[in-house]
């Protein structure tokens, strides 16, 4: 066979990806999930969130998990994990799991096996965002992805390492634990440049060491708010999740990046949106309007 003419032409765009510059972003997703639908809107009442989500039976709304791959010529970066699949039967059930997708099926219909992801990025370690950090091999939790990095903050993996009681059921041991053993975490402390143009920026609120994560290129930029706005539901400044440790924190954060957001015209990333992954923004009559991309 010629592989000159069967292998694509490299400049090619890939068939659901957009260009950022002379990178290419996508969101790659993990399925859905489901959570309680008063946690996920903190002090906002049932009768005024319900108007963007309709809860279950069992008060629950789905959740995206809408992890994000950047190509950015050099490297390929994996910009959080999703839930993953090392779950029982009674956790199934109560984050309504299903198997309508996964994020390792998802990359490799996209032509990518798991050794050629260079770089993952966590934004934090709690289950829904380092689920598949690692796969369970012969019954053991291994890295899924040998060949890369995987960057988080230091005081992160430190706190997942002890929780307290108010967080402890966010982490899973299993799925940072074994990247410990491997070798494959790199720390970082604080805003960093984790490769050129993909930069972690340190924002509390969440948690201590949440970071989100900022990427440019050639004067585009798109942006992962991570659990500092999940849903475009959680744009106004007083919407926060029930969850955040620090939740005032969370709200001068959004004050503080989401007029940059909309002068830059970033393309931001809303991990949990089931239904916007990606949105620009705009102010109309004073109200942030967003426009899927
Ligand atoms: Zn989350």
């Not at 489901?34 to 009442?45: H, K």
Request: hydrophobic share 35%; net charge negative; charged share 30%.
């Amino acid at each position: 066979m010629d592989r000159s003419v069967s292998s694509p032409a490299l400049h090619t765009l890939q068939p659901d990806a957009m260009k950022l510059g002379s990178f290419e972003i996508e969101v790659v997703s993990d399925g859905t999930f489901a959570l309680d639908g008063g946690a996920i809107f903190g002090v906002v009442p049932r009768v005024v969130w319900e108007r963007y989500f309709e809860p279950d039976e069992r008060n629950r709304i789905r959740l995206g998990l809408n992890c994000l791959l950047v190509r950015t010529g050099r490297e390929n970066v994996l910009v959080d994990t999703g839930m993953g699949r090392k779950w029982d039967g009674r956790s199934r059930d109560r984050y309504a799991l299903t198997d309508e997708t996964d994020l390792l099926t998802r990359l490799s219909e996209k032509g990518l096996a798991p050794e050629d992801i260079d770089v993952v990025i966590n934004t934090h370690l709690h289950f829904d965002h380092a689920g598949t950090n690692t796969i369970e091999r012969d019954g053991r939790p291994v890295p899924a992805f040998p060949r890369a990095r995987y960057v988080v903050q230091r005081g992160e993996l430190e706190h997942a390492r002890s929780p307290h009681e108010r967080d402890r059921a966010s982490y899973v041991a299993e799925d940072f634990e074994p990247v410990a053993e491997a070798g494959l975490f790199d720390l970082i402390e604080g805003d960093a440049e984790i490769v050129p143009g993909i930069r972690a920026i340190k924002v509390s609120g969440h948690n201590r060491d949440l970071e989100c994560v900022r990427i440019d290129s050639e004067g585009e930029t798109a942006f992962v708010f991570a659990d500092l706005i999940p849903t475009t539901a959680h744009i106004p400044p007083a919407w926060v999740m029930g969850f955040d440790l620090y939740p005032v924190e969370t709200l001068e954060q959004k004050k503080r990046l989401l007029p940059k957001a909309i002068s830059e015209k970033w393309t931001c990333v809303f991990y949990h949106d089931p239904r916007t992954p990606l949105g620009r923004l705009r102010e109309r009559d004073g109200k942030i309007e967003v426009e899927p991309v």
